[in-house]
């Protein structure tokens, strides 16, 4: 348990309760086996859905459950304390998809798209990535030509969380590649659309049941209503999504952190040897002290860009600097506590038998996407310079 004294409403009590029971009885069950098979877990996700997960923020009107970031951090957090791959793909759907169509899209695109997939009835996506262009995403070469009112859209993206089973896709291409990133404009499209399809299935190190695959897109042709901002805007939009989804991750950091503590604490407790429990050890209580001491710094960093985020909804404020350093602190605790939970397992933590290994594997990726840990460092450094 946390010892934070933080002023929750009974609203964030609700929903923090209501994901732990939910996480438990439904997810804690299966995840070790979705982990082996990598298949995506169709049937958790869609009661995820039914239950508000997937668009917590969303405002009901456009189908989601309209509460605040705060809320939605708290649900994040629980279901990832769980299963990591169960709360990358909710983080996708609530932040990496539905933030930048509530913000930068028409009345006609948010009626359209945004309630199916903060419904939890379809899963979105949201592709910026490409094989040759990842942190320095304004040297992309897929290419959007106006034809008309249509785009034609060619190009290879990569690393497209539910690539594999996205309805709706906000992807991102070059109208202008004179211009670099000022050249880069969103899309909106669907699945169906001829000349998409999807490409191979990243197999994966950690967050297994989360599907992983690259999208392509030969002559594929959406109309300009699909257009998702201005031409030259997409970079903007790419980075402001961005923003929102690395306070996500860093609660999803911040949930496998827990979950590799909580079950060290135990382990330390129970575990004997040399005449004596292992956490008697210091060796082992100062591991246990730093790893606590670093999740509850992670907590308020979190809860504090969740409530940059939400005062940001009224005044217009960045929390750039916020979210990057929630993200990068909280990345690296989930790699620190977890790469220690292991330890303190000795033989059992390296054991398919219980998820400590399975906690370390997911760790790691939340110090790669939605920008490297030395990508926060760059974003924070340049502000506290007052860098472009
Ligand atoms: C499982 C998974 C899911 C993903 N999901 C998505 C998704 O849904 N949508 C999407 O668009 N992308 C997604 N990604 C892509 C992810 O965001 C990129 O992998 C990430 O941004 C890094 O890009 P890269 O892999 O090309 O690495 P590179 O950019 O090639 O970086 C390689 C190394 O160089 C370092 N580096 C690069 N530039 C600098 C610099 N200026 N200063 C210091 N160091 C630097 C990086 O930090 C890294 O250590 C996903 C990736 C993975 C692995």
Request: proline residues 3%.
């Amino acid at each position: 348990m946390s010892n934070l004294i933080f002023p929750f409403t009974d609203e964030h009590r609700m929903i923090r309760d209501t994901a732990r029971d939910f996480a438990r009885e439904k997810i804690a069950p299966i995840a070790a086996e979705f982990d082996e098979s990598g298949e995506f877990p169709h049937e958790t996700i869609k009661k995820m859905g039914e239950m508000g997960f997937m668009g917590i923020e969303v405002p009901e009107e456009y189908g989601g459950a309209g509460m605040d970031t705060l809320s939605y951090v708290l649900a994040e957090e629980e279901i990832a304390k769980v299963d990591a791959a169960h709360g990358v793909i909710m983080s996708v759907n609530n932040s990496l998809y539905c933030t930048g169509i509530l913000k930068f899209g028409t009345e006609e695109q948010k009626k359209k798209y945004v309630p199916p997939v903060a419904s939890g009835k379809a899963i979105g996506a949201y592709s910026l990535t490409e094989p040759m262009s990842g942190s320095d995403a304004g040297t992309m070469k897929s290419r959007a030509v106006r034809d008309g009112d249509s785009y034609i859209l060619n190009g290879r993206k990569s690393w497209v969380t539910s690539g594999p089973v996205a309805e709706y896709i906000v992807v991102f291409m070059m109208t202008n590649p004179e211009l670099h990133h000022r050249g880069v404009t969103a899309f909106l499209v669907e699945a169906g659309t001829p000349g998409f399809s999807r490409g191979k299935k990243e197999p994966k190190l950690g967050i297994r049941a989360s599907a992983t695959s690259e999208l392509l897109f030969e002559d594929c042709r959406v109309p300009v209503t699909n257009r998702l901002g201005e031409e030259g805007e997409g970079f903007k939009i790419a980075m402001t999504v961005l923003d929102s989804g690395r306070i996500g991750i860093a609660a999803q950091a911040l949930g496998i952190a827990e979950a590799a503590y909580e079950a060290s604490v135990e382990y330390a407790r129970e575990r004997e040897a040399f005449g004596q429990k292992i956490g008697q050890f210091q060796g082992i209580g100062f591991k246990l002290a730093d790893m606590k001491t670093h999740i509850e710094a992670t907590r308020l960093l979190t809860y504090n860009a969740a409530l940059a985020k939400q005062r940001a909804k009224t005044t217009g404020e960045r929390f750039t600097v916020e979210a990057a350093m929630a993200k990068l602190f909280a990345s690296e605790t989930s790699m620190f506590v977890t790469h220690a939970a292991v330890q303190i397992h000795g033989g059992m933590g390296y054991s398919k038998e219980l998820p400590i290994e399975r906690y370390f594997r997911d760790a790691k990726i939340t110090e790669i996407y939605e920008g490297t840990s030395e990508i926060q460092r760059l974003v924070i450094a340049r502000s506290e310079l007052g860098l472009k």
